[in-house]
């Protein structure tokens, strides 16, 4: 399985901006992180549950800013972030585990090469 990243740019505190994780087969049967660092650990921003289960659940820091959904129609995964701030600014990347949906993201099997996402006027 392959990941990649694409969407990714510099956006201005308040702004919104949509990430795409475009996977080389069917995410319906897998479970998808999207985890971000900006030189610390990695962070989990949104985590989807394979489609048999759909459930979606989000990091602390950016509940009610940050929507995750799958675009099942493109094997593809959306992070569609809203009001970024500063605190936003990071690498973002998407993550895939074929048993379950955990938030360490040393569990995951797949990871696509990420992609930056600055914030800053």
């Known amino acids: 399985l392959q990941l990649v990243e694409s969407g990714g740019g510099l956006v201005q505190p308040g702004g919104s901006l949509r990430l795409s994780c475009a996977a080389s087969?069917?995410?319906?049967?897998?479970?998808i992180g999207w985890f971000r660092q900006d030189g610390k650990e990695r962070e989990g921003v949104g985590y989807i549950?394979?489609?048999?289960?759909?459930?979606?659940d989000y990091g602390d820091s950016v509940k009610g800013r940050f929507l995750a959904f799958r675009d099942n129609s493109k094997n593809t995964v959306i992070l569609q972030m809203n009001s970024l701030q500063p605190d936003d600014t990071a690498t973002y990347y998407c993550?895939?585990?074929?048993?379950?949906?955990?938030?360490?993201?040393?569990?995951?099997?797949?990871w696509g090469q990420g992609i930056q996402v600055p914030v800053s006027s």
């Open positions: 993550g895939v585990d074929e048993k379950r949906c955990p938030p360490d993201p040393a569990e995951y099997d797949y």
């Open positions: 087969e069917s995410v319906d049967p897998v479970n």
């Open positions: 549950s394979k489609k048999t289960i759909g459930r979606t």
